[in-house]
C-alpha cells in the first residue's frame, strides 16, 4: 500500500468529506474517485492550473459540527431509490448551512435505479430547485459521472468568487494526474460538467 504523500508537498490541499446515511455508495464514490485508497479514506493527486494539488477524501454517517473545521468541501450522498436517504441528506445539508458557507453538493447516487421521468425522481428535482441547492446525479460505477462534483468543488475552492464562472467557461481547466509532487504528469482531460445526464444544476 502506498503511503499518503504530506500536504506539505503540494501547492494545495482540499479536504473533502462524503456525508449521507449508511448505504448510499460512499465507499464506492470514494473508490471510483481516488487513485488510492487506505483505512482513513482515499487520495488523488492533480495538476490544476498549475498547481499540484492533494485531494483527501474521507466519509461519515453523520455530520458534526467539527467537520465544519476539519473540511474544505462537503458532498452530501442519497440513494435515488430510497426517500429516506433523501430526506436525511436534506437534514445534513441544514446542518452544514447551519455552521456557516460551505462548498456543498448534493449527490444522488444509484441513478441507474430509477427513472428519470418517475414520479419518485420528478419530486426529488422539485424540491431541489425549491431549496435552490446543486445536485448530480451519478452511478457510482462510472467513473466519468463520479469525477463531476469533485471538479465543481476543486472548482469553488481554487477560483475565487471574482474570477470568470464555471457556467461562462464550459470548462474547469485541464487536470493532469500527478503520481508524485514534482514529477512529470500524465495527461487525464479536462473536468468538464456540461452533461445533461449527469449533471443537473438546480
Not at 428535482?125 to 435552490?132: C, G, L, Q, S
Not at 446525479?137 to 469525477?147: L, Q
Not at 504528469?185 to 473536468?191: A, P
Amino acid at each position: 500500500m502506498e503511503s499518503r504523500p504530506s500536504p506539505s508537498a503540494f501547492n494545495r490541499h482540499i479536504r473533502i468529506l462524503i456525508c449521507g446515511a449508511g448505504k448510499t455508495g460512499k465507499s464506492t464514490v470514494i473508490q471510483g474517485f481516488c487513485t488510492h485508497i487506505d483505512e482513513s479514506g482515499g487520495w488523488r493527486a492533480f495538476l490544476f492550473d498549475d498547481e499540484e494539488i492533494l485531494i483527501d477524501v474521507k466519509e461519515a454517517s453523520n455530520w458534526r459540527k467539527n467537520y465544519a473545521s476539519d473540511y474544505d468541501g462537503f458532498l452530501v450522498i442519497f440513494s435515488a431509490d430510497d426517500d429516506y436517504t433523501f430526506n436525511y441528506a436534506l437534514e445534513i445539508i441544514a446542518e452544514i448551512q447551519s455552521c456557516g458557507i460551505f462548498p456543498t453538493i448534493l449527490v444522488e447516487c444509484k441513478n441507474d435505479l430509477i427513472l428519470e421521468e418517475s414520479t419518485e425522481q420528478i419530486e426529488i428535482d422539485n424540491e431541489v430547485r425549491r431549496r435552490k441547492l446543486r445536485m448530480y446525479s451519478i452511478c457510482g460505477f462510472d467513473e466519468s459521472h463520479i469525477v463531476h462534483p469533485f471538479a465543481y468543488l476543486v472548482e469553488k475552492l481554487t477560483r475565487s468568487e471574482n474570477s470568470e464562472s464555471a457556467k461562462s467557461r464550459g470548462d474547469l481547466g485541464k487536470i493532469t494526474e500527478v503520481t508524485e509532487p514534482n514529477s512529470r504528469t500524465s495527461d487525464m482531460g479536462s473536468f468538464v460538467a456540461k452533461d445533461k445526464e449527469t449533471c443537473k444544476i438546480m
